[in-house]
């Protein structure tokens, strides 16, 4: 059984910082995707960046340039960092876990943490 813990986050100013942590037990980091998820009050949930097997890396347009995800496998951990970060970034942030290739489709990512509160005021 896969299990995913995210930590990081909480209340910034716009133009802030935070990193995401998402610790993972249970499975062989190296055979899964990793991605950050978010949803927003009253939105539907959101592919925000991913991470294959491979190390290659996709971000939503929104994010680009200012979000960086990144993978330590030797540490099982999952990493989002977020700079320049703006009101419209509140959200609860999920990391997730597939099999095999990447997916902006949330249903199709099997594995979720519990989510992680980011808050961004103006």
């Known amino acids: 059984q896969v299990h995913l813990v995210e930590s990081g986050g909480g209340s910034v100013e716009s133009g802030g910082s935070l990193r995401l942590s998402c610790t993972t037990s249970?499975?062989?980091?190296?055979?899964?995707?990793m991605a950050w998820f978010r949803q927003r009050l009253g939105k539907e949930r959101e592919k925000v960046a991913s991470?294959?097997?491979?190390?290659?890396?996709q971000y939503t347009n929104s994010v680009k340039g200012r979000f960086t995800i990144s993978r330590d496998n030797a540490k099982n951990t999952l990493y989002l960092q977020m700079n320049s970060l703006k009101p419209e970034d509140t959200a609860v942030y999920y990391c997730?876990?597939?099999?095999?290739?990447?997916?902006?489709?949330?249903?199709?990512?099997?594995?979720w943490g519990q989510g992680t509160q980011v808050t961004v005021s103006s």
């Open positions: 991470i294959d097997r491979d190390s290659n890396t």
């Open positions: 249970g499975y062989t980091g190296r055979r899964y995707c």
């Open positions: 997730t876990a597939r099999v095999g290739f990447c997916s902006t489709t949330p249903t199709a990512n099997k594995y």
